[in-house]
């Protein structure tokens, strides 16, 4: 580490003002607080520095993305599997999702680091570190398909027009992961929705492939629900891709046709409980959101005029996006409310709004996404009545 | 010096850049996102504006000392919507397709912000030539904000020009998709913000701070 260390610093002439690579500054700066502990302390006044900085926040939340991509990574695999009907151990099955999704993530972070190093570079500005979290957030709530290049081009819309307009990391009105999702999904709708996109059947690299089975159909259980006719409430029963019956209990454990993070409520549970335990994520958001979403989808149960009014609370959560969207999406600290009765308002309501567009707009088997962005425009609105009322409160006792 | 003053140039080219009625003044937005999804509409669209604004500051203009300040707004709804009847006629004539794809933007000629804009702060109070080169300029303005909207637009969103493909067949064999979210009107915003960007970082007397 030492002579790791003594290396790096040996560069740094070159990289002062007025070495050769001046103009390169802030990328070493930014790679030296990355690899190493900056010890720079204050020299005047009383600090207190709290060692969870930013970059701990980032460091938390990515090791709790881990649990989604790995389970992502093999359900890739084993969805390929189910579908050429092919049994190759876990070994390759794990091989063959790991290089399917590696790509995606490269790309994400390539294009998305390139414009914050861009940007940063040419406003003369430290790099944020914020673009660490999005960039593995983007391949985890696409489907495995995704050509690359649509990915490289929302990655780079998301990052210009939602962060670095906005003033770059930390600024952003909404969430940066969710807008690239949005633009993909109203740029290319046939590439991120339907039933050819979530199962991956051709070869990667040489690896699987084969004719699908017969019978294969590869609609995400929320795609079931959205074609399925009212004759079918009480009937209905979402199925796997070889068409066999999936039990709630497959939902939560994730083995079925999703985007590639998505799928697992026990992953997602797993990195939710880290977010939780780091203090990176408040628990009242992600509560709320579940209640509301519950609250909501019991509410439709007693109307009960279509098969997606029919489903339980349960089943709405184990769905979709919905897990994932309330563990890592909602609980993001810089688009969601900041007040701690706000967090509940804001979490409840992205948890009805994503039950209400899922169930009601026929054009959208789900709606995690588009009620996480919307209720971001709405977060600073319950911030301020919050405060407002709390300031109204506290006059009135004063006036007492 | 020759057909035009100094002064008549300014008034002539300065909507096209530093005085321009889309980008600088903010007018006529809703027309510039409704009609540019194709490039065509677009054009036909910046002409029909270009021709209305340049006759009806005309006639204004000619009016203004006869026209009582009280029901100036009405006089000047009058001409706009008798000018803009006209032009929508000879639409209907001549470019009936286009004309369908505009459908009541036409029509809405009438109530465009720079139009009566330009009527109230110019051709009340300045004679008929000038207003003539004002009405000119200020809808060439707003005709080449919508041609470049509709050219983006058109090219990643319909892959064609004028309705021409342009994106060559190979390209879409290679996994190449027209983007859809070009086509509706949000993405015409993100357009017309990234040209104030562009604008406002070469004009930097226009920035606002």
């Known amino acids: 580490m030492k002579v790791l260390k003594d290396f790096y610093e040996s560069l740094r002439p070159h990289f002062e003002e007025g070495g050769r690579f001046s103009m390169f500054r802030s990328v070493y700066e930014g790679m030296d607080s990355f690899l190493f502990v900056p010890d720079t302390t204050s020299r005047t006044g009383v600090h207190i520095h709290d060692s969870m900085d930013a970059k701990r926040t980032m460091t938390a939340v990515i090791v709790s993305l881990i649990f989604p991509l790995l389970f992502g990574i093999y359900n890739t695999g084993y969805q390929h599997n189910l579908s050429i009907g092919a049994d190759p151990g876990f070994v390759m099955t794990f091989l063959y999702g790991l290089l399917s999704v590696l790509p995606q993530l490269l790309v994400s972070y390539v294009v998305g680091l390139g414009i914050e190093f861009t940007v940063a570079q040419w406003k003369g500005e430290e790099i944020q570190e ?15 398909d995704t050509p690359l290049w649509m990915i490289a081009v929302a990655t780079a819309f998301a990052v210009i027009f939602a962060k670095e307009v906005f003033g770059g990391t930390g600024y952003n009105i909404f ?15 046939a590439s991120m929705s339907g039933d050819k996109v979530f199962v991956r059947t051709a070869a990667t690299f040489g690896i699987g492939g084969g004719e699908v089975v017969d019978g294969f159909s590869g609609a995400t259980p929320l795609g079931q629900v959205g074609i399925a006719t009212k004759e079918m409430i009480g009937t209905f029963q979402a199925v796997d891709v070889t068409g ?3 039990s709630t209990w497959d939902m939560f454990w994730g083995l079925i046709p999703g985007s590639i993070g998505e799928t697992s409520v ?14 990176v994520a408040s628990w009242k958001t992600m509560l709320s959101v579940f209640v509301g979403g519950a609250a909501v989808s019991a509410l439709f149960n007693l109307v009960g005029t279509t098969v997606a009014m029919s489903l339980s609370p349960i089943e709405h959560l ?5 897990a994932f969207g309330a563990v890592f999406m909602a609980t993001d600290p810089v688009t969601s409310a ?16 994503a039950i209400l567009i899922r169930v009601l707009n026929p054009g959208y088997p789900e709606g995690m996404m588009l009620a996480i962005l919307l209720m971001n425009i709405f977060a600073p609105l319950i911030d301020y009545f919050v405060v407002e009322r709390n300031i109204t409160r506290r006059l009135q006792r004063v006036k007492k | 010096m020759g057909l035009l003053t100094s002064k008549q140039k300014e008034i002539l080219l300065g909507p096209l850049s530093k005085n321009n009625p889309v980008v600088v003044q903010m007018l006529g937005i809703c027309s510039a996102l409704a009609v540019t999804s194709k490039l065509e509409p677009a054009i036909v669209m910046g002409i029909s504006v270009t021709v209305v604004v340049a006759f009806a500051n005309v006639i204004i203009s000619l009016l203004r000392n006869t026209i009582p300040n009280r029901i100036r707004i009405i006089v000047q709804l009058v001409v706009a919507a008798a000018l803009v009847t006209i032009v929508s006629e000879v639409l209907k004539a001549f470019a009936f397709e286009v004309n369908k794809q505009l459908s009541v933007f036409v029509g809405l000629i009438i109530t465009n912000c720079i139009l009566m804009g330009r009527l109230e702060a110019f051709a009340l109070a300045n004679r008929p030539w000038d207003s003539f080169l004002d ?3 200020n809808g060439l303005g707003y005709g080449i904000i919508l041609v470049l909207i509709g050219f983006f637009r058109e090219l990643f969103g319909s892959g064609s020009l004028l309705g021409i493909k342009v994106v060559p067949q190979v390209f879409y064999d290679w996994g190449y998709v027209d983007n859809g979210l070009v086509i509706l009107p949000p993405m015409a915003l993100f357009i017309v913000a990234t040209i104030i960007w562009v604008h406002r970082s070469r004009n930097k007397e226009l920035q606002e701070n």
């Open chain 1, 130 to 144: 914020g673009f660490l979290v999005s960039g593995m957030l983007i391949p985890l709530i696409v489907p495995v």
């Open chain 1, 175 to 189: 969430n940066v992961a969710l807008v690239t999702r949005a633009f993909l999904f109203f740029a290319y709708p």
């Open chain 1, 244 to 246: 066999q019956p999936l």
């Open chain 1, 266 to 279: 026990a992953a997602i549970l797993l990195g939710g409980i880290l977010l939780l335990y780091t203090g």
């Open chain 1, 318 to 322: 184990c769905l979709g996006g919905f």
């Open chain 1, 338 to 353: 900041r007040t701690e009765t706000g967090k509940y308002i804001y979490g409840f309501l992205v948890g009805a709004m």
């Open chain 2, 135 to 137: 009405g000119i300029g």
